[in-house]
């Protein structure tokens, strides 16, 4: 019994040391494989799939199985030789960091799984609003194209039909208004939200602008479109579009709809 409490005391040096090591990659991985995108030193498929969706998944499975073994080692040593050894702290830190790292997976799977990605989304489907030719000519020429007359959903299903089967609520916002104001708020509203206007004629009534995620540094591009009604209101539009082809988990969606919805705030 002696020569067994001996094994398991080696045993937990190593997997407390192993859970020390698993604590501090695994986060720093994460980091550097999102700042890394984000900063351009490699490709998003390297970034979000290589070192996220391959090794990442597998850095957090080896961080639970450690984490979850030096508990049980921990234990049966407490039982056998009626003392404590070994840092519980860190076991139950990586089993802890590496869980959550498994939840969120999850998470983002079941939104992937939740439908086909939308990453076109206006509020006018049938005349959406275009951006102009200056700010597409500053674009690489990497980046998904921002035509919208033509394009279909990874399922081939016409992007039209796409985003009214799954965000059949936006569409065209009426203000009461004029237009000069609706416009003025509309662009002021853009740029509280750290959007980074590059475009903007009050005469036109639209300006252009781009978002970037913190994590990964995935890049939108954003339109916005006001013109007065006839009962001498305005009508606003928005267009926001996923630079990169990755599922955006309802991003542009959620981009859009919130904006409307703290446009129209005034008017409630």
Same mark, same amino acid.
Request: glycine residues 12%; without cysteine.
């Given at each position: 019994m002696a020569r067994f409490i001996e094994i398991l005391r080696m045993m937990i040096d190593i997997a407390v040391a192993l859970c020390a090591v698993l604590l501090l990659v695994t986060p720093l991985w994460f980091a550097l494989a999102a700042f890394g995108t984000k900063w351009e030193f490699w490709g998003w498929q *390297? %970034? #979000?799939?290589?070192?996220?969706?391959?090794?990442? #998944?597998?850095? !957090? !499975?080896?961080?639970?199985?450690?984490?979850?073994?030096t508990l049980g080692v921990l234990i049966l040593y407490r039982v056998l030789a009626k003392q404590g050894h070994g840092?519980?702290?860190?076991?139950?830190?990586?089993? #802890?960091?590496? +869980?959550?790292? !498994?939840?969120?997976?999850?998470?983002?799977?079941?939104?992937?799984?939740?439908?086909?990605?939308? #990453? $076109?989304? *206006? *509020? $006018?489907? @049938?005349? &959406? &609003?275009?951006?102009?030719? %200056?700010?597409?000519?500053?674009?690489? %020429?990497? $980046?998904?194209? +921002?035509?919208? $007359?033509?394009? *279909?959903?990874?399922? %081939? /299903?016409? @992007?039209?039909? +796409? /985003?009214?089967?799954?965000?059949?609520a936006i569409s065209t916002l009426r203000l009461d208004e004029s237009a000069d104001i609706a416009f003025a708020r509309a662009l002021e509203l853009a740029r509280e939200r750290g959007w980074r206007v590059s475009t903007a004629s009050a005469e036109a009534g639209m300006f252009e602008a781009g978002a970037e995620s913190l994590w990964f540094g995935f890049r939108d591009d954003i339109v916005v479109r006001v013109r007065p009604d006839e009962a001498g209101g305005s009508l606003v539009d928005i267009r926001s579009v996923a630079r990169q082809p990755v599922h955006d988990l309802g991003r542009n969606a959620d981009r859009v709809r919130a904006f409307l919805e703290a446009l129209d705030a005034p008017q409630a």
């Open positions: *390297t %970034g #979000l799939n290589a070192m996220t969706h391959v090794w990442g #998944l597998r850095i !957090l !499975l080896m961080g639970l199985v450690s984490g979850v073994f840092n519980w702290i860190s076991a139950i830190a990586v089993s #802890l960091i590496a +869980l959550a790292g !498994l939840v969120w997976a999850m998470q983002v799977e079941a939104g992937k799984a939740a439908g086909p990605a939308v #990453l $076109d989304v *206006t *509020t $006018d489907v @049938l005349d &959406p &609003p275009h951006f102009s030719a %200056g700010f597409i000519a500053r674009r690489s %020429g990497l $980046d998904a194209s +921002l035509a919208y $007359d033509g394009k *279909t959903g990874a399922d %081939g /299903q016409a @992007l039209p039909a +796409l /985003q009214a089967a799954r965000y059949p």
